[in-house]
T-cell receptor
């Protein structure tokens, strides 16, 4: 058990809709990172938040956005869903200020299916 | 840019066999950190080990061992006397200290199947 939780577990949306995924970090971890994992591939970095501010972003369009709250919870929002957004979305929490090389502990993920 | 290569897409062994998962990495940074994670069918990435670039000592933890060779940019993972519960996808990952901060770069993963 990493202490990192995500909700919902599974989600089905249709193309063009918007979705919000939630993550609760391990207590005391002030950095949260989000990753997208397509089927059969390794996770790809989306972005990272440290003390409620974005700190680094991968090659994802602006329709992927996030929020981090003071209570160690965070959100990943995706607008105008596309079929290729179907994936497992993982959040990871870690301790330390960026650039931190501290170990990232992952939640169980949210599996998003876009029809 | 950094890159992690796991050339073995799938490995299948019989229980009690030893198995080695290969990982080769590329980075221009002199300081970096390497990780292995296990992903069982449930989907959660389970942290196994973290090593920094200055520590080339091999590490053993129970049936698991890791061989870090800076000269060949490799960080291989060996499971001794494999068990069915070891069946999972294993990912090698890298964080270079200077250039990309806290973002993990993952390999494509190796699917390990241990048959009874």
């Amino acid at each position: 058990e990493t202490g990192v939780t995500q909700s919902p577990t599974h989600l089905i949306k249709t193309r063009g809709q918007q979705v919000t995924l939630r993550c609760s970090s391990q207590s005391g971890h002030n950095t949260v990172s989000w990753y997208q994992q397509a089927l059969g591939q390794g996770p790809q970095f989306i972005f990272q938040y440290y003390r409620e501010e974005e700190n680094g972003r991968g090659n994802f369009p602006p329709r992927f956005s996030g929020l981090q709250f003071p209570n160690y919870s965070s959100e990943l929002n995706v607008n105008a869903l596309e079929l290729d957004d179907s994936a497992l979305y993982l959040c990871a929490s870690s301790f330390g200020w960026p650039p931190s090389t501290d170990t990232q502990y992952f939640g169980p993920g949210t599996r998003l299916t876009v029809l | 840019a950094q890159k992690v290569t796991q050339a073995q897409t799938e490995i299948s062994v019989v229980e009690k066999e030893d198995v080695t998962l290969d990982c080769v990495y590329e980075t221009r940074d002199t300081t970096y950190y390497l990780f292995w994670y296990k992903q069982p069918p449930s989907g959660e990435l389970v942290f196994l080990i973290r090593r920094n670039s200055f520590d080339e000592q091999n590490e053993i933890s129970g049936r698991y061992s890791w061989n870090f060779q800076k000269s060949t940019s490799s960080f291989n993972f060996t499971i001794t006397a494999s068990q069915v519960v070891d069946s999972a996808v294993y990912f090698c990952a890298l964080i270079p200290r200077e250039t990309s901060g806290s973002r993990l770069t993952f390999g494509e993963g190796t699917q390990l199947t241990v048959n009874p």
